[in-house]
């Protein structure tokens, strides 16, 4: 019986195709949706040094969409997998002995977000195509900074589809804000929100399932789908990395097959790090998940107490992206340590609502054994910027850094020698004055970007180059009760 997807929610674990999964985004429920078995992987290791990034990405990705055809599959995976990335390996991966850095950020808005979004545009035509769904697709997304954008660029003039992104409009860096302010496109969207990631967030959630919303859209032929991390179509395509990472350790000759790794994920909304812990259930020997956090903590907490608690100072810091309180995808993992008790997972999230917090059950804490939290404070973020930079002469993003920082703590905590990837998830061009703070040099906005390139003799990737002589497209900032409406007045009917 091929896969189906059911809600975290849902206790009748109503079934529906992955097509239609990728159409809704999030359940009805307020859900999310997960697979209703784990498939066996039609790959063994030996064979990951071989694989090309595309063959790698369709055989992970065929049997969680298995009601594409696979010629469609194969077709929609080529494109999202092509020139558009600067170099053919698509997320290159970086050694320095047991220390390696997979470099997500060669698409288009140098960001890891890329590598699922150039792929989402195409998996959502075409499963409106093969469920013979008339209706305009309209993207509504709420970004701390790197999604708006790499959304944008992937859905910008794709016909049936509109795109509106709500960014918090002073939580963002300079380079991030620019990137979506100068975005082309009919289709597209982009709206300063005076409040924060988990405001915007939030209310993108709740207007997703109001009544009264999907109604007017659907009278105009028109209806809601996410390109947040909640939707599978994001989810799955970033499971293949953490497969290719281990194939270019074996190619390297870093570790045999069978050898267990760490992979150190700098976490937000937790979809990155939950597609690694899919990877490892779905067989990739992996020891531990480090899951990195900035100044805003949540999910340190979590792991280590068992609590998840939201009412706590939410920190405007150097690692953007990652300014979150509410990580929307750790439902999924509440779900399945909870042995997939819909009923316990719906309590949880309903304590979350309505008190701000949840204790989850011991015997759930037990299962967490898979992950290893820590968190690194803005100016450890740059210290270790700075280290890297001098130690390997290598360098990584304020994001990466944070990672690379939680992989440190763990090494003292526990002298493990295994080897370990740490996902670099942003190029430090998205952030070239804190990048440059971390070294010692001080800079305006304007000449950053520069000046970095200067001091590293490393130039300004293309995707960016140029980016502050485009004209600003979109000026509209907007408070979070205005939303519903300027959803309304923006779309064109
Ligand atoms: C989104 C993002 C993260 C966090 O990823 P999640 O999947 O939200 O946990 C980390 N780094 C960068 C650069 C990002 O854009």
Same mark, same amino acid.
Request: proline fraction near 5%; charge should be neutral; aromatic fraction near 10%.
């Given at each position: 019986m091929a896969l189906k997807y059911q809600s975290t929610r849902d206790l009748n674990q109503t079934k529906i195709t992955p097509t239609k999964a990728i159409l809704s985004?999030?359940?009805?429920?307020?859900?999310?949706?997960?697979?209703?078995?784990?498939?066996?992987?039609?790959?063994?290791?030996?064979?990951?040094?071989?694989?090309?990034?595309?063959?790698?990405?369709?055989?992970?990705?065929?049997?969680?969409?298995?009601?594409?055809?696979?010629?469609?599959?194969?077709?929609n995976i080529q494109k999202a997998y092509q020139t558009q990335w600067d170099t053919p390996e698509i997320t290159p991966l970086k050694s320095f002995g047991q220390v390696n850095y997979l470099e997500l950020f060669h698409g288009p808005t140098?960001?890891?977000?890329?590598?699922?979004?150039? *792929?989402?545009?195409?998996?959502? $035509?075409? =499963?409106?195509? #093969?469920?013979?769904? %008339?209706?305009?697709?309209?993207?509504?997304?709420?970004?701390?900074?790197?999604?708006?954008?790499?959304?944008?660029?992937?859905?910008?003039d794709v016909?049936?589809?509109?795109?509106?992104?709500?960014?918090?409009?002073?939580?963002v860096s300079v380079i991030q804000e620019r990137q979506m302010l100068t975005q082309t496109g009919q289709n597209t969207h982009v709206l300063g929100l005076?409040?924060?990631?988990?405001?915007?967030?939030?209310?993108?959630?709740? *207007?997703?399932?109001?009544?009264? $919303?999907? =109604?007017?859209? #659907?009278?105009?032929? %028109?209806?809601?789908?996410s390109a947040n991390s909640i939707n599978i179509g994001r989810l799955f395509p970033q499971v293949v990395y953490y497969?290719?990472?281990?194939?270019?350790?074996l190619e390297k000759g870093v570790i045999k097959a069978g050898n267990q790794v760490n992979f150190s994920v700098p976490t937000g909304n937790f979809g990155d790090i939950l597609a690694g812990w899919f990877a490892k259930n779905l067989g990739l020997p992996i020891h531990k998940l480090i899951c990195a956090s900035n100044q805003n903590n949540v999910l340190y907490d979590f792991f280590n107490q068992g609590?998840?608690?939201k009412k706590r100072p939410f920190y405007v810091t150097n690692s953007p992206s990652m300014d979150i309180l509410v990580s929307s995808n750790l439902e999924r993992l509440l779900y399945y340590i909870s042995g997939k008790d819909a009923d316990l997972t719906q309590r949880l999230l309903s304590d979350l609502q309505k008190k701000g917090a949840y204790t989850i059950t011991e015997n759930m804490q037990a299962q967490l054994r898979d992950f290893f939290a820590d968190f690194a404070d803005e100016k450890q973020t740059l210290a270790e910027i700075?280290?890297?930079?001098?130690?390997?002469?290598y360098l990584i993003d304020p994001h990466t850094a944070v990672a690379s920082k939680a992989y440190q703590v763990y090494q003292e905590k526990t002298g493990d020698k295994r080897p370990t990837v740490i996902l670099a998830t942003a190029s430090p061009f998205k952030f070239p004055q804190t990048v440059l703070n971390a070294l010692g040099v001080t800079s305006d906005d304007l000449t950053a970007l520069t000046k970095l390139a200067d001091f590293t003799g490393i130039p300004v990737p293309a995707a960016i180059d140029g980016l502050f002589q485009k004209p600003l497209l979109h000026h509209q900032v907007i408070s979070p009760m205005q939303m519903k409406e300027t959803i309304l007045a923006s779309l064109r009917a």
């Amino acid at each position: 019986m091929a896969l189906k997807y059911q809600s975290t929610r849902d206790l009748n674990q109503t079934k529906i195709t992955p097509t239609k999964a990728i159409l809704s985004g999030l359940s009805h429920d307020g859900g999310l949706f997960v697979p209703d078995k784990l498939p066996k992987l039609d790959l063994t290791l030996t064979q990951l040094p071989h694989l090309s990034y595309q063959e790698l990405a369709f055989k992970i990705l065929q049997p969680f969409f298995n009601d594409y055809p696979t010629e469609i599959l194969r077709e929609n995976i080529q494109k999202a997998y092509q020139t558009q990335w600067d170099t053919p390996e698509i997320t290159p991966l970086k050694s320095f002995g047991q220390v390696n850095y997979l470099e997500l950020f060669h698409g288009p808005t140098l960001a890891f977000k890329d590598v699922a979004l150039q *792929l989402l545009p195409h998996l959502m $035509l075409s =499963a409106n195509e #093969l469920n013979h769904d %008339q209706n305009e697709i309209v993207i509504l997304t709420a970004t701390s900074g790197d999604t708006g954008k790499a959304a944008m660029a992937g859905f910008s003039d794709v016909s049936h589809t509109q795109i509106i992104v709500f960014y918090p409009k002073d939580g963002v860096s300079v380079i991030q804000e620019r990137q979506m302010l100068t975005q082309t496109g009919q289709n597209t969207h982009v709206l300063g929100l005076l409040g924060n990631f988990d405001d915007a967030q939030n209310e993108v959630k709740r *207007l997703f399932n109001d009544p009264d $919303l999907t =109604a007017t859209l #659907l009278s105009r032929h %028109q209806r809601f789908s996410s390109a947040n991390s909640i939707n599978i179509g994001r989810l799955f395509p970033q499971v293949v990395y953490y497969f290719f990472a281990y194939g270019r350790l074996l190619e390297k000759g870093v570790i045999k097959a069978g050898n267990q790794v760490n992979f150190s994920v700098p976490t937000g909304n937790f979809g990155d790090i939950l597609a690694g812990w899919f990877a490892k259930n779905l067989g990739l020997p992996i020891h531990k998940l480090i899951c990195a956090s900035n100044q805003n903590n949540v999910l340190y907490d979590f792991f280590n107490q068992g609590t998840y608690d939201k009412k706590r100072p939410f920190y405007v810091t150097n690692s953007p992206s990652m300014d979150i309180l509410v990580s929307s995808n750790l439902e999924r993992l509440l779900y399945y340590i909870s042995g997939k008790d819909a009923d316990l997972t719906q309590r949880l999230l309903s304590d979350l609502q309505k008190k701000g917090a949840y204790t989850i059950t011991e015997n759930m804490q037990a299962q967490l054994r898979d992950f290893f939290a820590d968190f690194a404070d803005e100016k450890q973020t740059l210290a270790e910027i700075k280290r890297v930079y001098h130690e390997f002469n290598y360098l990584i993003d304020p994001h990466t850094a944070v990672a690379s920082k939680a992989y440190q703590v763990y090494q003292e905590k526990t002298g493990d020698k295994r080897p370990t990837v740490i996902l670099a998830t942003a190029s430090p061009f998205k952030f070239p004055q804190t990048v440059l703070n971390a070294l010692g040099v001080t800079s305006d906005d304007l000449t950053a970007l520069t000046k970095l390139a200067d001091f590293t003799g490393i130039p300004v990737p293309a995707a960016i180059d140029g980016l502050f002589q485009k004209p600003l497209l979109h000026h509209q900032v907007i408070s979070p009760m205005q939303m519903k409406e300027t959803i309304l007045a923006s779309l064109r009917a």
